[in-house]
Structure formats: structure tokens, C-alpha cells
């Protein structure tokens, strides 16, 4: 009888101590999907979204199984919410609902940013996730660059994206981040690695011949400047011409273009009242979520955007000099979401999943960073 009782408590201990496990477990799982979100955000569609979609999966199961919910952070919960409302509003009174339910799906999207703010919980962490990433898009920028060697120098190069304008948003992006991170380099050899990751992926981009991601990043390379050393402001119109002057004609030719008047009625000689022209999106963010979600979506939208910019702009005010590491991340996101929306004047980049995940995944970084200090896991370095 004694041994009995004795064999079912032991099998009781063991059962209670892989199920303490699963939590672990789980996090390590999360942990895998982010890393293959991130090396896939510039490769494949389908795999960086299943990537999130798993990581999602193992947080939100994590977290239930843990049953404490306290220290979970929801930042920019009431601008995310009302624009989700909004848009499920919008969705019931469309003309064609069915149609408009399969579009907000992108209102989803927005969980992977509270997934990266809650289980990146250190600078360290952070700073790989943000390095892999720039790795990787070295990596489809010599791709893409190759596409111009064997297909010639007219193309505008995609690598394995379905069209070159997500592909510029994508390198935009990342060329941004990869700025900050060469900035504030603590270490000579990471200025080693990441200058010429970022001389590939400004490369790459010219060679998309995105006129719309030229300006993004000229805008947000302004705003990595100016919070870096704002004398080096001056020095960034010698820089763009340096870049013109070194240009392929194909490119300069399609810089020049922007003064050009005439350019949008020769590549567009329909009128835009024709009715046999139908448009699939409109080319302008703001214009686009008015249409589709209404002021009231619109007025979340920016407040999304405002609430967003308020807060960072208050983390990295509060960083001190010596944390490098930390205003790297901060600086890169702040310039990326910048970018973000000068590019999103001209195209309508919020709604595509590549580029808005991506995005999403760097609004995290700066409260990682605000989280990180709150606990001491800051480091200075």
C-alpha cells in the first residue's frame, strides 16, 4: 500500500515538472519564430508570416499557462483599439462586407508589436534581433544587386519579392536601422561589418529606382543625424550628391524625373475620372485609411502615430550618453517610422504586410528599451 501511494507521488512530481516546463519551452519556441521572422522579413512573405503567427501562438499560450497577465505591457493600447473598432465598423457598413473582412486582416498585424515589447525583455536580445536583421538584408541586397548584373542595369531589381516596391521598403527600412547601429558602434568591429552592409543596402535601394524609399531614407537618415550630432546635418547634401554623382544614368535619369512636370501624364495618360480605370489602392496612407476606414479610423491612425512618436522621443530623451547601445535602438526606430510615413506620401505602404510587420516589429524597440531600464537589465555598452 505504502509503495503504491509512493509511486504515485513521484509520477505526480514528474507530471507537475514537465508541466512547469512547457512555459520554458514555450518561450524558447517563441524565441526560434522570432529569429525566423526576422531572417525572413526580406525573403518570404509566407514564411515570415507563419513565422509570427507561431510566435504569436507560443506567447499568448505562455502566457495563459503562466497566469499572471500583471506583466504583460499593452503601450498605445487605446489608439490600437479604437483603429481595430474602426475598422471592424467600417468593415459591417461596407458596400461589399465580405470583401472588406479579408482586408482587416492587417489590423492584426499590430499584435506583433506587443509580442516583441513583452518577451524581448533586454537590450542584448534586442540589439541580435536588430543585427540578424540587418545581416540578412545584406544579404538580399547583394541578391538584388545581382539581378541588375545578369538582367541588366535598367531593371529595378526585386529580390525575392513580388514587386520592387515592397523590396525598396523593406531595404529602406533596415538601411535605417543599420545606420543607427553604425553610428553608435561601441565596438570597432561592428563599424567593420555594418558599413558595408549599409553601402549594400543603399545600393540596392537606388537600384529599385524608388523615388518614394530615396526620400524615406534621405528623411529618416536626417533624424538618425540630428539626435547622433546635428553639425553632421551639413554634411548630408554632400553625401547625396556624392551618391548622385556615382549613380548609374539609369538611376539619375530617374532622380531627375522628379522635376519633371510631365511625368505623370506620360506614365499615366489615362485620366484618373476615366471610368474604365480602376485603381487598386490610392497612393497616399492618410487618403487610403480615410477611404477605406472613415475619419473615425483615420483620427486612431494618427493618433497611433502621434502617441507613438510622444513616447519615444520621451525614451530617448531620457537615455544617457554613456547608453549607446540603447540610442541605437531608440534612434533606428524613430528614423524607420519616419521614414515609414514620408514614403507612405507617395504609396500606400501601410498596407502592405512585408513592410507594416516590419515597422510594427521596430515600434517595439524603444519600450524593450524603456522596459529593460525599469528592471535593471539596461546595460551601458
Not at 5 to 33: N, S
Not at 165 to 177: D, Q, S, Y
Amino acid at each position: 500500500m505504502c509503495l503504491g501511494l509512493e509511486r504515485h507521488h513521484r509520477t505526480m512530481l514528474i507530471q507537475r515538472q514537465r508541466f512547469q516546463e512547457v512555459p520554458q519551452q514555450l518561450a524558447h519556441g517563441t524565441d526560434v519564430a522570432l529569429f525566423v521572422f526576422v531572417i525572413c522579413a526580406l525573403i518570404f512573405i509566407s514564411a515570415l508570416q507563419t513565422a509570427y503567427i507561431l510566435a504569436l501562438v507560443a506567447w499568448i499560450t505562455r502566457l495563459y499557462l503562466q497566469g499572471n497577465p500583471v506583466r504583460v505591457h499593452f503601450p498605445l493600447l487605446v489608439p490600437f483599439g479604437g483603429f481595430a473598432l474602426a475598422s471592424a465598423l467600417a468593415t459591417i457598413t461596407a458596400v461589399e462586407p465580405y470583401h472588406s473582412l479579408v482586408e482587416l486582416r492587417n489590423v492584426f498585424e499590430a499584435a506583433l508589436f506587443y509580442l516583441v515589447l513583452n518577451h524581448v525583455t533586454t537590450e542584448e536580445r534586442a540589439t541580435t534581433l536588430a543585427g540578424v536583421l540587418i545581416a540578412t538584408g545584406a544579404l538580399m541586397a547583394l541578391y538584388g544587386l545581382t539581378q541588375s548584373v545578369v538582367q541588366g542595369i535598367d531593371l529595378r531589381i526585386h529580390g525575392t519579392m513580388s514587386i520592387y516596391m515592397t523590396f525598396a521598403g523593406l531595404l529602406m527600412l533596415v538601411a535605417l536601422m543599420a545606420l543607427a547601429r553604425l553610428l553608435y558602434a561601441s565596438h570597432r568591429r561592428d563599424v567593420i561589418w555594418v558599413l558595408p552592409t549599409f553601402l549594400l543596402l543603399t545600393a540596392a535601394l537606388l537600384m529599385t529606382q524608388t523615388r518614394s524609399a530615396w526620400l524615406g531614407l534621405a528623411v529618416g537618415c536626417c533624424v538618425i543625424l540630428g539626435l547622433w550630432k546635428k553639425v553632421c546635418l551639413l554634411v548630408l547634401p554632400l553625401g547625396v550628391l556624392a551618391v548622385f554623382l556615382l549613380a548609374p544614368q539609369v538611376v539619375k535619369a530617374r532622380a531627375l524625373s522628379i522635376l519633371d512636370r510631365r511625368d505623370v501624364t506620360v506614365q499615366h495618360p489615362q485620366s484618373p475620372r476615366d471610368p474604365d480605370r480602376r485603381l487598386g489602392h490610392l497612393h497616399n496612407n492618410m487618403i487610403q485609411v480615410a477611404a477605406e476606414r472613415g475619419l473615425l479610423g483615420l483620427t486612431f491612425w494618427l493618433w497611433i502615430w502621434m502617441a507613438y512618436f510622444r513616447r519615444t522621443w520621451h525614451i530617448y530623451r531620457s537615455l544617457d550618453t554613456a547608453q549607446v547601445r540603447a540610442r541605437a535602438l531608440v534612434s533606428g526606430s524613430l528614423a524607420s517610422v519616419v521614414a515609414f510615413h514620408v514614403e507612405g506620401l507617395f504609396e500606400h505602404t501601410f498596407g502592405d504586410s512585408e513592410v507594416i510587420t516590419l515597422v510594427y516589429c521596430f515600434m517595439a524597440l524603444p519600450f524593450v528599451v524603456q522596459r529593460a531600464r525599469l528592471s535593471g537589465r539596461a546595460s551601458t555598452s
